[in-house]
Protein backbone atom coordinates (compact mmCIF):
# COMPACT_ATOMS: atom_id res chain seq x y z
CA UNK A 1 0.00 0.00 0.00
CA UNK A 2 1.52 3.42 -0.60
CA UNK A 3 1.18 6.36 2.17
CA UNK A 4 0.92 9.86 2.16
CA UNK A 5 1.82 9.90 -1.96
CA UNK A 6 -0.10 9.30 -4.89
CA UNK A 7 0.56 6.06 -6.73
CA UNK A 8 0.14 7.29 -10.70
CA UNK A 9 -1.44 3.64 -10.87
CA UNK A 10 -4.16 1.60 -9.64
CA UNK A 11 -3.08 0.20 -6.60
CA UNK A 12 -4.36 0.53 -2.84
CA UNK A 13 -3.30 3.92 -1.29
CA UNK A 14 -3.28 5.78 1.90
CA UNK A 15 -3.48 9.53 2.61
CA UNK A 16 -3.39 11.22 5.88
CA UNK A 17 -5.85 14.42 5.86
CA UNK A 18 -4.26 17.09 4.31
CA UNK A 19 -1.59 15.14 2.15
CA UNK A 20 -2.32 14.98 -1.76
CA UNK A 21 -0.76 17.55 -4.59
CA UNK A 22 -1.45 20.37 -3.15
CA UNK A 23 -1.81 23.80 -5.10
CA UNK A 24 -2.87 27.25 -4.16
CA UNK A 25 -5.47 29.27 -6.75
CA UNK A 26 -5.14 32.74 -4.57
CA UNK A 27 -6.97 32.23 -1.41
CA UNK A 28 -7.98 28.68 -2.23
CA UNK A 29 -6.24 25.34 -1.17
CA UNK A 30 -6.91 22.27 -3.73
CA UNK A 31 -5.76 19.72 -2.60
CA UNK A 32 -6.02 16.43 -5.15
CA UNK A 33 -6.47 13.24 -3.43
CA UNK A 34 -6.94 11.00 -6.55
CA UNK A 35 -6.24 11.80 -10.28
CA UNK A 36 -7.66 9.52 -13.62
CA UNK A 37 -3.98 7.61 -13.24
CA UNK A 38 -4.48 6.87 -9.44
CA UNK A 39 -7.89 5.13 -9.94
CA UNK A 40 -7.80 3.91 -13.19
CA UNK A 41 -9.58 6.53 -15.20
CA UNK A 42 -12.65 5.70 -13.18
CA UNK A 43 -12.55 9.32 -10.71
CA UNK A 44 -11.02 12.47 -9.51
CA UNK A 45 -11.23 13.59 -6.04
CA UNK A 46 -9.86 17.03 -4.72
CA UNK A 47 -10.16 18.64 -1.39
CA UNK A 48 -11.13 22.21 -1.68
CA UNK A 49 -10.44 24.86 1.72
CA UNK A 50 -10.78 28.47 1.26
CA UNK A 51 -11.44 31.66 2.95
CA UNK A 52 -14.57 33.19 3.52
CA UNK A 53 -15.32 35.02 -0.17
CA UNK A 54 -13.05 32.62 -2.11
CA UNK A 55 -15.11 31.92 -5.00
CA UNK A 56 -15.32 29.71 -8.49
CA UNK A 57 -17.05 31.32 -11.36
CA UNK A 58 -19.92 29.66 -13.14
CA UNK A 59 -18.49 26.82 -15.82
CA UNK A 60 -19.85 23.60 -16.46
CA UNK A 61 -18.04 19.76 -17.60
CA UNK A 62 -19.29 18.26 -20.97
CA UNK A 63 -18.56 14.49 -19.71
CA UNK A 64 -17.80 15.03 -16.00
CA UNK A 65 -20.37 14.59 -13.30
CA UNK A 66 -19.25 16.01 -10.00
CA UNK A 67 -20.10 15.22 -6.67
CA UNK A 68 -19.97 17.71 -3.51
CA UNK A 69 -19.67 16.90 -0.54
CA UNK A 70 -19.66 20.07 2.37
CA UNK A 71 -17.52 18.75 5.30
CA UNK A 72 -17.31 21.85 6.81
CA UNK A 73 -18.06 25.32 6.52
CA UNK A 74 -20.98 27.25 4.45
CA UNK A 75 -21.23 28.58 0.90
CA UNK A 76 -23.71 29.85 -1.95
CA UNK A 77 -24.50 27.44 -4.65
CA UNK A 78 -25.67 28.36 -8.06
CA UNK A 79 -26.76 25.28 -9.91
CA UNK A 80 -28.27 25.90 -13.32
CA UNK A 81 -30.62 28.18 -12.74
CA UNK A 82 -31.21 28.33 -8.98
CA UNK A 83 -29.38 29.20 -5.69
CA UNK A 84 -28.93 27.27 -2.82
CA UNK A 85 -27.53 28.26 0.61
CA UNK A 86 -24.76 25.36 1.76
CA UNK A 87 -23.92 24.04 5.18
CA UNK A 88 -21.77 21.46 6.72
CA UNK A 89 -23.17 18.16 5.87
CA UNK A 90 -24.75 19.29 2.74
CA UNK A 91 -24.37 17.05 -0.76
CA UNK A 92 -24.62 18.38 -4.14
CA UNK A 93 -24.46 16.24 -7.47
CA UNK A 94 -24.29 18.27 -10.81
CA UNK A 95 -24.64 16.11 -14.04
CA UNK A 96 -22.43 16.96 -16.99
CA UNK A 97 -23.70 20.17 -18.84
CA UNK A 98 -25.04 22.00 -16.17
CA UNK A 99 -23.71 25.47 -15.15
CA UNK A 100 -22.20 25.79 -11.48
CA UNK A 101 -20.52 28.30 -9.39
CA UNK A 102 -19.78 28.73 -5.52
CA UNK A 103 -18.87 30.76 -3.12
CA UNK A 104 -17.70 30.35 0.47
CA UNK A 105 -19.37 32.23 2.76
CA UNK A 106 -17.81 31.19 5.90
CA UNK A 107 -13.59 30.85 6.92
CA UNK A 108 -12.10 27.65 5.96
CA UNK A 109 -14.64 25.70 4.34
CA UNK A 110 -14.15 22.53 2.99
CA UNK A 111 -15.17 20.66 0.38
CA UNK A 112 -14.82 17.19 -0.87
CA UNK A 113 -15.43 16.87 -4.65
CA UNK A 114 -15.30 13.68 -6.75
CA UNK A 115 -15.83 13.81 -10.70
CA UNK A 116 -16.41 10.42 -12.44
CA UNK A 117 -16.44 10.28 -16.42
CA UNK A 118 -13.99 12.86 -17.42
CA UNK A 119 -11.00 15.22 -15.87
CA UNK A 120 -12.80 17.75 -14.49
CA UNK A 121 -11.17 18.22 -11.36
CA UNK A 122 -7.91 18.73 -13.27
CA UNK A 123 -8.74 22.06 -13.95
CA UNK A 124 -7.72 23.15 -10.29
CA UNK A 125 -3.86 21.81 -10.91
CA UNK A 126 -3.98 23.17 -14.26
CA UNK A 127 -4.72 26.83 -12.87
CA UNK A 128 -3.42 26.54 -9.25
CA UNK A 129 0.47 26.83 -8.29
CA UNK A 130 1.99 23.95 -6.81
CA UNK A 131 2.81 24.71 -3.20
CA UNK A 132 4.42 22.16 0.20
CA UNK A 133 2.12 24.71 2.28
CA UNK A 134 -1.14 23.02 3.97
CA UNK A 135 -2.89 26.33 4.38
CA UNK A 136 -3.66 29.74 2.08
CA UNK A 137 -4.06 33.37 2.63
CA UNK A 138 -7.24 35.32 2.60
CA UNK A 139 -5.13 38.28 1.05
CA UNK A 140 -4.21 36.58 -2.28
CA UNK A 141 -5.28 37.34 -5.57
CA UNK A 142 -7.88 35.26 -7.46
CA UNK A 143 -6.53 33.16 -10.23
CA UNK A 144 -7.39 33.69 -13.91
CA UNK A 145 -10.80 31.80 -13.99
CA UNK A 146 -10.67 32.29 -17.73
CA UNK A 147 -7.49 31.28 -18.64
CA UNK A 148 -7.57 28.48 -21.65
CA UNK A 149 -6.97 24.90 -20.38
CA UNK A 150 -6.75 22.79 -23.45
CA UNK A 151 -7.68 18.80 -22.62
CA UNK A 152 -9.11 19.84 -19.48
CA UNK A 153 -13.39 19.25 -19.31
CA UNK A 154 -14.04 22.65 -18.47
CA UNK A 155 -16.07 25.38 -19.78
CA UNK A 156 -15.90 28.84 -18.29
CA UNK A 157 -19.24 30.73 -18.60
CA UNK A 158 -20.86 34.40 -18.43
CA UNK A 159 -22.22 35.09 -15.33
CA UNK A 160 -26.33 35.50 -14.85
CA UNK A 161 -28.30 37.50 -12.45
CA UNK A 162 -31.13 35.47 -13.40
CA UNK A 163 -31.48 32.77 -10.51
CA UNK A 164 -34.21 31.95 -8.37
CA UNK A 165 -34.06 30.41 -5.16
CA UNK A 166 -33.51 26.39 -4.81
CA UNK A 167 -35.14 23.64 -2.85
CA UNK A 168 -33.27 21.22 -1.64
CA UNK A 169 -34.22 17.40 -1.86
CA UNK A 170 -35.04 15.12 0.81
CA UNK A 171 -34.41 12.23 -1.05
CA UNK A 172 -32.44 11.94 -4.45
CA UNK A 173 -34.29 12.30 -7.42
CA UNK A 174 -34.97 8.62 -9.67
CA UNK A 175 -33.02 10.05 -12.85
CA UNK A 176 -30.02 12.19 -14.02
CA UNK A 177 -30.45 15.66 -12.77
CA UNK A 178 -28.61 18.34 -10.57
CA UNK A 179 -29.68 18.24 -7.01
CA UNK A 180 -28.59 19.41 -3.77
CA UNK A 181 -29.71 17.15 -0.29
CA UNK A 182 -29.47 18.59 3.03
CA UNK A 183 -27.40 17.27 6.23
CA UNK A 184 -28.55 13.87 6.96
CA UNK A 185 -31.42 13.49 4.80
CA UNK A 186 -30.97 10.87 1.65
CA UNK A 187 -32.02 7.30 1.37
CA UNK A 188 -31.72 6.14 4.76
CA UNK A 189 -31.46 2.37 5.41
CA UNK A 190 -30.50 0.15 8.30
CA UNK A 191 -28.32 -2.95 8.33
CA UNK A 192 -27.73 -4.24 12.24
CA UNK A 193 -26.13 -1.53 14.12
CA UNK A 194 -24.90 0.66 11.09
CA UNK A 195 -27.04 3.50 9.18
CA UNK A 196 -26.64 3.60 5.37
CA UNK A 197 -27.45 6.72 3.74
CA UNK A 198 -27.62 6.45 -0.17
CA UNK A 199 -26.72 10.16 -1.60
CA UNK A 200 -26.17 8.85 -5.16
CA UNK A 201 -27.66 5.95 -6.73
CA UNK A 202 -26.89 4.07 -10.00
CA UNK A 203 -30.21 5.74 -11.35
CA UNK A 204 -28.42 9.46 -10.65
CA UNK A 205 -25.26 8.69 -12.47
CA UNK A 206 -26.36 6.31 -14.88
CA UNK A 207 -24.74 3.75 -13.22
CA UNK A 208 -20.83 5.37 -13.36
CA UNK A 209 -21.13 6.21 -9.71
CA UNK A 210 -22.54 5.69 -5.89
CA UNK A 211 -22.07 7.99 -3.23
CA UNK A 212 -23.14 6.26 0.10
CA UNK A 213 -22.41 7.78 3.72
CA UNK A 214 -21.96 5.12 6.85
CA UNK A 215 -22.42 5.83 10.73
CA UNK A 216 -22.02 3.13 13.30
CA UNK A 217 -20.37 2.65 16.78
CA UNK A 218 -17.87 0.20 17.55
CA UNK A 219 -18.26 -3.06 16.54
CA UNK A 220 -16.86 -6.40 14.59
CA UNK A 221 -15.11 -6.41 11.72
CA UNK A 222 -16.80 -7.48 8.57
CA UNK A 223 -15.47 -10.28 6.46
CA UNK A 224 -12.27 -9.90 4.69
CA UNK A 225 -13.22 -9.78 0.84
CA UNK A 226 -12.63 -8.29 -2.33
CA UNK A 227 -14.55 -7.13 -5.61
CA UNK A 228 -13.90 -7.84 -9.07
CA UNK A 229 -15.09 -5.30 -11.12
CA UNK A 230 -15.46 -1.94 -8.56
CA UNK A 231 -13.20 0.51 -7.07
CA UNK A 232 -14.02 1.76 -3.15
CA UNK A 233 -12.93 4.68 -1.67
CA UNK A 234 -13.45 5.76 2.08
CA UNK A 235 -13.29 9.05 3.26
CA UNK A 236 -13.52 9.57 7.43
CA UNK A 237 -15.28 12.35 8.70
CA UNK A 238 -16.17 11.37 12.45
CA UNK A 239 -14.64 8.61 14.95
CA UNK A 240 -11.94 5.76 13.97
CA UNK A 241 -12.47 3.49 11.03
CA UNK A 242 -9.70 0.06 11.33
CA UNK A 243 -9.21 -0.66 7.29
CA UNK A 244 -6.91 -3.63 6.14
CA UNK A 245 -6.25 -3.33 1.99
CA UNK A 246 -3.98 -6.53 0.66
CA UNK A 247 -2.33 -6.74 3.85
CA UNK A 248 -1.44 -3.75 5.42
CA UNK A 249 -3.71 -1.40 7.77
CA UNK A 250 -4.38 1.66 8.94
CA UNK A 251 -6.70 4.33 10.60
CA UNK A 252 -8.74 6.16 9.21
CA UNK A 253 -9.12 9.46 11.20
CA UNK A 254 -11.32 12.21 10.08
CA UNK A 255 -9.84 13.83 7.03
CA UNK A 256 -8.11 10.18 6.38
CA UNK A 257 -8.72 8.46 3.20
CA UNK A 258 -8.31 5.04 1.95
CA UNK A 259 -7.98 4.14 -2.03
CA UNK A 260 -9.48 0.20 -2.92
CA UNK A 261 -9.53 -0.50 -6.33
CA UNK A 262 -10.66 -3.71 -7.62
CA UNK A 263 -9.52 -7.41 -6.79
CA UNK A 264 -7.81 -5.84 -3.20
CA UNK A 265 -8.95 -8.11 -0.47
CA UNK A 266 -10.20 -5.32 2.40
CA UNK A 267 -12.02 -5.59 5.65
CA UNK A 268 -12.79 -2.52 8.15
CA UNK A 269 -13.56 -2.33 11.59
CA UNK A 270 -15.59 0.38 13.27
CA UNK A 271 -13.24 1.64 16.40
CA UNK A 272 -14.38 4.78 17.87
CA UNK A 273 -18.07 5.73 19.04
CA UNK A 274 -20.78 7.65 16.32
CA UNK A 275 -18.12 6.93 13.78
CA UNK A 276 -19.24 8.00 9.94
CA UNK A 277 -17.26 7.75 6.38
CA UNK A 278 -18.26 9.45 3.05
CA UNK A 279 -17.77 5.91 0.28
CA UNK A 280 -17.59 7.14 -3.35
CA UNK A 281 -17.66 3.49 -5.35
CA UNK A 282 -16.86 3.55 -9.30
CA UNK A 283 -18.65 2.09 -11.27
CA UNK A 284 -22.05 1.77 -8.98
CA UNK A 285 -22.03 -1.84 -9.42
CA UNK A 286 -22.46 -2.61 -5.73
CA UNK A 287 -26.22 -0.87 -4.92
CA UNK A 288 -27.64 -4.24 -4.77
CA UNK A 289 -25.29 -5.38 -2.20
CA UNK A 290 -27.02 -2.73 0.12
CA UNK A 291 -30.14 -2.98 -0.39
CA UNK A 292 -30.22 -7.09 0.01
CA UNK A 293 -28.60 -6.31 3.10
CA UNK A 294 -30.41 -3.29 4.26
CA UNK A 295 -34.06 -2.34 5.30
CA UNK A 296 -35.91 1.14 4.74
CA UNK A 297 -35.55 3.24 7.77
CA UNK A 298 -37.05 6.76 8.98
CA UNK A 299 -34.26 7.09 11.85
CA UNK A 300 -31.34 9.50 11.19
CA UNK A 301 -28.77 7.30 13.53
CA UNK A 302 -28.09 3.81 14.19
CA UNK A 303 -29.99 2.33 16.66
CA UNK A 304 -29.16 0.48 20.30
CA UNK A 305 -29.86 -2.38 20.62
CA UNK A 306 -29.78 -2.96 16.93
CA UNK A 307 -32.57 -4.67 14.41
CA UNK A 308 -31.93 -7.84 13.48
CA UNK A 309 -29.17 -8.18 10.71
CA UNK A 310 -30.49 -9.50 7.43
CA UNK A 311 -26.83 -10.73 6.13
CA UNK A 312 -28.63 -14.07 5.04
CA UNK A 313 -30.20 -12.65 2.21
CA UNK A 314 -27.02 -11.31 1.11
CA UNK A 315 -26.20 -15.15 1.35
CA UNK A 316 -28.84 -15.96 -0.93
CA UNK A 317 -28.03 -13.79 -3.79
CA UNK A 318 -24.36 -13.71 -4.06
CA UNK A 319 -23.81 -14.97 -7.12
CA UNK A 320 -25.34 -12.09 -8.63
CA UNK A 321 -22.92 -9.47 -6.61
CA UNK A 322 -19.91 -8.25 -6.91
CA UNK A 323 -18.52 -9.39 -3.79
CA UNK A 324 -16.26 -12.41 -2.91
CA UNK A 325 -15.43 -13.21 0.56
CA UNK A 326 -12.27 -14.78 1.38
Same mark, same amino acid.
Given at each position: ????? /?????????? @???????????????T??G???????????????G???C??? /?????????A????E *???????????F?? @?G?????????V????? %??????R?????F??N?????E?? *?? &???S?????????????M &????V??????E??S???????????????P?V???G??????A???? %?????D???S????????????K?H?????L? @??H?????????????????????L? &???????PA?????F?????????????A???????????????N???F??? &????R???????????D?K?L
Amino acid at each position: MYRNV /LPGAQHPYYL @EDGEGSRCLLGPLLATTIGRREDTGSLMEGVVLTGAKGCRVP /LHRHSNSHEAIYVIE *GSATLRLAEEEFAL @EGGDYVSVPPGVAHSFS %FTSHRTRFLTWTFGGNGAAMYESL *GQ &PTKSVTYSAQTEHPDWRM &PLPGVDVEFLSESSSVRRGEKSLVAPPAIEPYVIPAGEGERMMAGDTL %FNFLTDSRQSGGKFLVLMTDGPKGHRIPNHLH @EKHTETFFCLNGCVSMTAGEEQVCLR &PGDFLHVPARTPHTFQLTGHNTRFIQFHAPGLNEPFFRYMCDPCNEYTFLQP &PPPFRFDRVVEHLAELDVKFL
